[in-house]
């Protein structure tokens, strides 16, 4: 079983549609969140930290469930500008691990 | 400000040819890595530094050297040129771990 577990999509959505994504990791010392983005042959960027509170940008809400072990990532109002490839992250100090989810894709659709 | 520089773009290398490719960052970031990106595994740490003289191993070190002589450059070496090494690499620095810049990558194909 893989430590980051996404689901590789693709979602094709419509313009304007609300979509959510989720990743699950299995190691209960996991300490940090992250999302990124990576669009198609370029570098990943840094999208959003995910908080134990949850947090917004924008039109971008993440949240922990550490109880369930998983993150998510909701995109309201989609734009086409969204298509992407959308990759969680997780953090193990206690073993010096960052371990990269598998990544989602999403497409948006005019 | 031009972030994390790597160069080259594109290498194409035959079996048992050795390279480096460069990497440098002008943030002054703490943390520096390289990973290797293959279809449908994501990412994976290759090498870490935290700091000038500090490296570390991350979960797929075998074939590749690193050193970190200043804080702004972290050269990664391959040592003999395997097929199996073909793939995309990225440096990243960050000032926190997890939180990292990306530089543009290199495409390395092994013949």
């Known amino acids: 079983r893989k430590e980051v577990e996404q689901d590789p999509g693709p979602f094709n959505v419509p313009e304007g549609a609300t979509v959510a994504f989720n990743c699950t990791y299995s190691?209960?010392?996991?300490?940090?969140f992250f999302w990124y983005r990576q669009d198609c042959r370029k570098e990943p960027k840094l999208l959003m930290s995910v908080y134990s509170s949850g947090n917004e940008d924008g039109r971008f809400t993440a949240q922990l469930n550490r109880a369930s072990q998983y993150i998510s990532l909701l995109i309201r109002d989609s734009k086409l500008s969204d298509s992407a490839t959308y990759l969680c992250v997780v953090t193990v100090p206690s073993a010096s691990k960052i371990i990269f989810g598998s990544g989602t894709r999403l497409s948006i659709r005019p | 400000n031009a972030g994390v520089t790597q160069t080259p773009k594109f290498q194409v290398l035959k079996t048992g040819q050795s390279m480096t490719l460069q990497c440098a960052q002008d943030?002054?970031?703490?943390?520096m890595s390289w990973y290797r990106q293959d279809p449908g595994m994501g990412l994976r740490l290759i090498h870490y530094s935290v700091g000038a003289g500090i490296t570390d191993q991350g979960e797929v070190p075998n074939g590749y050297n690193v050193s970190r002589s200043t804080t702004e450059d972290f050269p990664l070496r391959l040592l003999s040129a395997a097929p199996s090494q073909t793939s995309v690499y990225f440096c990243?620095?960050?000032?926190?771990?997890?939180?990292?810049?990306f530089g543009s990558g290199t495409r390395l194909t092994v013949v």
């Open positions: 990243a620095s960050s000032y926190s771990r997890g939180q990292d810049t």
């Open positions: 943030m002054n970031h703490e943390y």
């Open positions: 190691n209960s010392a996991s300490q940090s």
